[in-house]
């Protein structure tokens, strides 16, 4: 089952559907073990192939286990075991080939996974009040179907308190109806958006290095500088989207994963509008308890702003290095722990300057502002170049045009990106401004049930359109 | 027991919703839909209008014994949704040749060309067909006077161009090319187009809405029955028109249906079967082009997928453009005849898309040019010793935009 299908959605809305015959924390908890277990039963047939899976589960929970009963000495342990066997599960290629499985086996969603039982084998380290997690729900935590593939990385404590409340959270028909527009758009956004992004990047990758006129490769370049980032947006938040609306559906409330990633106007802000499940529970887990050792360790007041610059390179190194386990990722992470960094040391640099009043009149300047949004937004479609390219795709990329050309297009792309982001913000804070009492036009009820009627239609249509082969020569003028 | 958190402010406006949307909110939706879906077509129909007749109003489509052929001195006009209004003129051969089918002047080279729809110049005005260009650029190539006689005629495939043949033998040839595409093979044996047309052509609307709601319900899926009845709106070509310009989606979409299994690196059975077919077709040509002295080339024209692969120099394993052409060269060169092989110059045509009608498939009149040079450029490189170039071509696909 593609996580993105119709057929996921219905299977979500019927699985929503039975879990909602009875408001019983019982019932709902069996209504999303089986959903769970079936939706893996989808995306595997073959049994055998869960054997690793339950494998790390059964290692996490056992480490869990162990921290539950006062085991504090084993927290390192269990969390390095867990570490270890994920990147061996995974096949980072920095380990050696032959200590790998060799037979097929299932490893869909295991990134998520890892992180969640990561959470919990932390948290029972550091409690003082211990609490037990039984096996039930520690499976329905860790294979929760809505979070199983691409998150959100919700943390237990939120998990629990909406799953297991003895009173679900009220499920009425307005909830449900911006629930049901939720999915639409977050279909439209996978299924269209994304699709037309990734069509036009795949044509522009084509192109940038066939023998085209010099004008015609640096518009594949263009292309290909500004439209992965979208595709990303599009692709990842529209399925988030999704399975927000189906876990509240469900009754449970599941984290928001981005906050309008490319209104941010520096690297720094940008982290904390997108992925941010991710990049929260890396700041909680990383970035925080390596600060606070290294202010322990490292004394003068002078250096102790850079530590937090060495620590957001080490925070987002993790995060690009997690994404994938070949080279180029060690590079991806690098980039956006060095972005992290630089913009760091430019914020202290501008405030040592300028001071913090002059630092803040300047964020705020809107020339400032916009610019920066560009500056961001091509930081980061840069930076991606490592994260969807081979070293082979990289290498024909960059060869297409010289160096200098490069600079031109990045620069064009820059331009771009600071215009067509700050017409978007100003259109947005003009549509929402047309208001009644009940509020902004946009967001009405009515609002939305068109615009969400016209997704469903288009998304519908192009799915259908899609999913049929193309025609050959037609014959039938006969 | 974990209490229930605090519901955020949206969900504290829980309140019931006004009676009055209950039916409001349903009957927004559906107005949305029906009038994003009713413009939608109409300017569809505006933008891609189809005239109802076209050049089967010229042609004879139900004689066995020729196979689809032309009327003579017949002439009609069509438009098909993509293509731009054109005329179809036969001559009192009932062939679509530009000239009228009389013995050659002296001192002219003669070449007859035979082949099905895209030989013919089908959708493009027969001034902008390769039919029509080829002579001048031979002549420019070569320096002799050339002239092309054009028997190509639609859904003259390999069998039903065996039915004609006496015709191009009979046109006085000094050289007979064959215009091949894959559906030579794909639909070598058919000689009447009748198989193919549409089954619910004729029936009355309301027919037609039952077949095609009973189509939907008896189809393998919903999706596949909703694609089939979605399939026949003009919003269906409009969506597909634009959505194929893409060479990377437009090929992805083709590799889905089971026409493309001539794109694989392994023929399946049935493709090795229907291959077959078309050698005793091309034995009986070439055979028969010997036995009259005639020299006999044959030219495989890509199809859109095929040309699109081939650009973009890159195609998903299993696949491989060029195993037909490597099938069709095989048996064209077996049986004594010339291959003249256009596909590999496709690697360095960028965007070959633009050369074809995205949803119709046929070469548009940029494609024919394209071919024109393609064409020629073999001709004249030594392949047929009578057209040899003073000076040896260069490939120069650019110039034909």
Known sequence: ?478 | MIPSRAVNAAEEKEAMLPRRDWILLPAIGLLTIGLLAGSTEFLARRMFYESKTGVASCMVLNDPTTGARGIANAVCRGKAPESEWTEYRFNHCGHRAGMECAPKQPGVYRIVMIGSSVAMGEYVQREKTFAALLPSELARLTGRKVELYNEGMGWGFSHSTTLRFKDALQAQPDLILWVLTHEDVARAPVVLPTADLDPNAGVSFSAKAWLRAHDIFAGKSIMDGVAGVFGHTRTALLLRHFLYRSQSQYVKSYLLGSNAGFLRTELDAGWKARLKEFDGDATEIEGRSKMAGVPFAAVFVPIHSQAAMVSAGAWPPGYDPYTLDNAMRAIIVSHGGTYLDILPDFRSIPDPGRYYMPVDGHPNAQGHAVYTVLIAKELASGAIPALRAAVQPQGAPERAK
């Open chain 1, 1 to 478: 089952m593609d996580t993105s299908s119709f057929q996921f959605v219905l299977f979500g809305l019927a699985a929503a559907l039975v879990s909602n015959f009875s408001r019983s924390r019982v019932w709902r908890s069996a209504v999303l073990l089986a959903s769970s277990l079936v939706f893996l039963g989808l995306l595997a047939h073959n049994p055998l192939v869960f054997i690793p899976l339950a494998g790390f589960l059964l290692l996490g929970y056992g480490g869990l286990l162990l921290l539950e009963r006062g085991r504090s000495k084993s927290e390192v342990w269990s969390i390095l075991t867990v570490l270890f066997a994920y990147i061996w599960l995974k096949k980072y290629t920095f380990l050696p080939e032959s200590i790998f499985l060799h037979s097929p086996y299932f490893t869909l969603g295991l990134s998520y996974i890892f992180f969640r039982v990561l959470h919990l084998l932390i948290e029972a380290g550091d409690r003082s009040e211990k609490r037990h997690i039984g096996p039930g729900a520690y499976l329905l935590y860790t294979l929760n179907f809505t979070t199983l593939l691409s998150g959100p990385i919700q943390r237990y404590d939120e998990f629990a308190r909406d799953q297991f409340a003895q009173e679900p959270i009220p499920l009425g028909p307005r909830v449900m109806g911006l629930q049901l527009e939720r999915i639409v758009r977050g279909f439209f956004k996978v299924n269209v958006l994304a699709m037309l992004f990734d069509m036009a990047r795949a044509d522009a990758l084509t192109q940038i290095s066939q023998p085209l006129p010099l004008s015609l490769k640096l518009y594949a370049a263009f292309r290909l500088a500004l439209v992965y980032p979208l595709f990303l947006y599009a692709n990842f938040s529209g399925y988030i989207d999704i399975v927000i609306a189906l876990a509240r559906l469900m009754r449970v409330r599941l984290p928001e994963n981005f906050a309008r990633p490319f209104s941010a106007s520096s690297v720094l802000e940008f982290w904390n509008r997108w992925h941010i499940t991710l990049s929260t529970w890396l700041k909680t887990y990383v970035y925080n308890p390596l600060l606070v050792a290294l202010m322990r360790r490292i004394q003068p007041a002078a250096l102790q702003p850079f530590l937090g610059v060495f620590c957001f390179f080490v925070t987002f190194f993790l995060v690009g290095v997690w994404h994938g386990r070949t080279s180029e990722f060690i590079i991806f992470g690098v980039m956006t722990g060095g972005g992290m960094s630089v913009n760091k040391l430019w914020q202290l640099g501008l405030v040592r300057g300028l001071g913090r009043k002059g630092y803040r009149g300047l964020s705020d300047q809107p020339a400032y502002v916009a610019f920066g949004r560009g500056l961001n937004f091509i930081w980061f479609a840069f930076t991606l170049f490592w994260f969807w390219a081979s070293w082979m795709q990289i290498d024909t990329i960059f060869a297409a045009l010289s160096v200098s050309q490069w600079l031109g297009v990045w620069l064009a792309a820059w331009l771009s990106a600071t215009l067509l982001l700050a017409l978007w913000e100003w259109l947005r804070v003009v549509l929402l401004s047309i208001k009644t009492a009940e509020g902004p036009v946009l967001t009405s009820r009515y609002a939305r049930v068109v615009y969400a009627s016209a997704l469903g239609l288009i998304a519908f249509v192009l799915t259908v359109l899609l999913n049929q082969p193309a025609p050959g020569i037609v014959y039938k003028a006969f």
